[in-house]
């Protein structure tokens, strides 16, 4: 395969070797992506997911967060302390849906309502909160976080989609620039061939050498690899452009290619692994797709949601229970006496659950939405890896045929050449050959370029792009 490759560009060695001097630098698909991973603003704003999730999460997590909480209410009319109502505390709720509760109480007052009496020191309580029916298993809180957890899931495989879209419409860039730099390497030659032989035809009409009419041929032929030239180096220049659009400095500072930057050589693109993933592993690798994965973690949401609203069915019954004892010299457990307490029961149900197992079934219709539209979305995947597949695994085969293709059209031209410096062929012959092997320096590009796209088409299919 090397030795065809190298056939490939026999006739236009000269040329190239002087275009890959010292003064350009070539710029490889793996270092260009790499920029792109690092520096595109699209980074950034898939960095912005991971942050978000993350923010999600705290902000989930703070509905546990224990609260100092102080009451004061005071009344003074006429000189007199109507009342002085003094509680304060701390709440502690916890992941098991329990409450509990620690404070002091502190009231005084002429007109002061005799349930609210303390003695002079205050009193301090603890207790605890619990739920018996609704709440026990699974409250909003709890809801909250796990799904939280998800969305933090959720927010990493957002990234990767993101990443994923960036790195292949960036690779799909540069071997679009790949294509016209190497086609316009052979416009170039092409042109220089045709100008260096109108050049000596013209030299040997003027001489006898020579008809006349082939200075005219010639020159059609030049001027036919000028159109060609003067197309492929817009093709490149717009090439160039668009690559320059992926290039940034920590995703603020827009930049532009750098003068005599190259990409990387046939011989480079045809030593990089072209052979597809066994076809037998692309139904394994569609299911770890981030798209899917983040379908997954939106339906085991709806699963949290729906898990709430079942329990939303159960009667509210809170139970509260707080032992009390007076503050004694300092001392809080100094007078503690288990028959001192407060309690309370909170009981609360509707009588037709309407509302809950509206919304309990409404949860279980977005679930079966979400599940048909999971299958949908595997299924188009799955046609995408295909068809991409296809093309890969087609173009090697392309590759690997036309090469020995371009080589025989090389050896063709050179033998019609040498029939042509002997006085055995025409001039027309010799065209007619050197346009056919430029045709096919073109098509084995183009095919060569396939390659590389559909590779980079099935890894985003896959969701593996970035990889």
Not at 174 to 180: L, N, P, R
Not at 218 to 226: D, K, Y
Request: with cysteine.
């Amino acid at each position: 395969m090397k030795a065809l490759i190298t056939t490939l560009f026999v006739l236009n060695s000269c040329f190239y070797v002087q275009a890959q001097s010292d003064s350009t630098v070539t710029l490889s698909y793996q270092e260009f992506i790499e920029i792109v991973k690092k520096e595109h603003p699209y980074t950034k704003q898939a960095d912005i997911k991971i942050y978000e999730g993350e923010a999600t999460l705290l902000y989930a997590k703070g509905a546990f967060d224990p609260k100092i909480y102080t009451d004061i209410s005071q009344k003074y009319f006429k000189e007199n302390q109507y009342y002085s109502l003094i509680n304060g505390g701390l709440k502690i709720p916890t992941w098991f849906g329990v409450e509990l509760k620690g404070g002091y109480e502190q009231t005084q007052g002429v007109f002061l309502n005799p349930e609210n009496t303390t003695p002079g020191s205050g009193l301090v309580h603890a207790g605890i909160s619990f739920p018996v029916g609704r709440g026990l298993l699974i409250d909003k809180r709890r809801a909250e976080l796990k799904k939280a957890r998800l969305f933090q899931q959720v927010s990493e495989m957002e990234q990767q989609l993101i990443l994923n879209e960036l790195v292949y419409r960036a690779g799909t860039t540069y071997w679009e620039w790949f294509k016209a730099y190497n086609s316009l390497f052979v416009y170039k030659e092409g042109y220089r061939l045709a100008k260096e032989r109108f050049d000596a035809v013209k030299l040997g009409a003027a001489i006898g050498d020579r008809p006349a009419i082939d200075t005219l041929e010639a020159g059609i032929q030049v001027q036919n690899r000028m159109l060609g030239l003067q197309q492929s180096e817009v093709e490149f220049k717009n090439a160039t452009v668009l690559l320059s659009v992926y290039l940034w400095a920590e995703g603020v500072v827009p930049l532009e290619l750098a003068a005599g930057t190259v990409p990387v050589s046939i011989s480079n693109t045809m030593g990089l692994n072209t052979n597809p993933p066994p076809f037998v592993q692309i139904d394994s690798l569609i299911n770890t797709h981030p798209e899917l994965n983040q379908s997954r973690y939106v339906i085991n949401q709806l699963e949290i949601d729906k898990r709430l609203k079942k329990n939303q069915l159960l009667p509210m019954l809170n139970l509260k229970y707080n032992p009390i004892t007076e503050y004694v010299g300092g001392e809080s457990m100094a007078n503690f006496s288990i028959n001192n307490y407060t309690w309370g029961l909170e009981f609360q149900m509707p009588l037709f659950l309407r509302k809950e197992r509206g919304l309990l079934k409404l949860t279980d219709l977005k679930i079966q939405e979400n599940n048909l539209k999971l299958n949908n979305k595997q299924q188009v995947l799955r046609y995408k890896v295909i068809a991409a597949w296809n093309q890969w695994s087609t173009t090697k085969e392309q590759i690997e045929l036309y090469a020995q293709t371009v080589e025989d059209a090389g050896n063709l031209l050179e033998g019609e050449r040498q029939l042509f410096n002997i006085g055995e062929s025409s001039l027309f012959m010799v065209n007619t050959r050197e346009v056919g092997f430029i045709k096919t320096q073109l098509t084995f590009i183009e095919l060569l370029t396939q390659n590389r796209k559909a590779k980079l088409t099935t890894m985003y299919a896959l969701g593996r792009a970035l990889n």
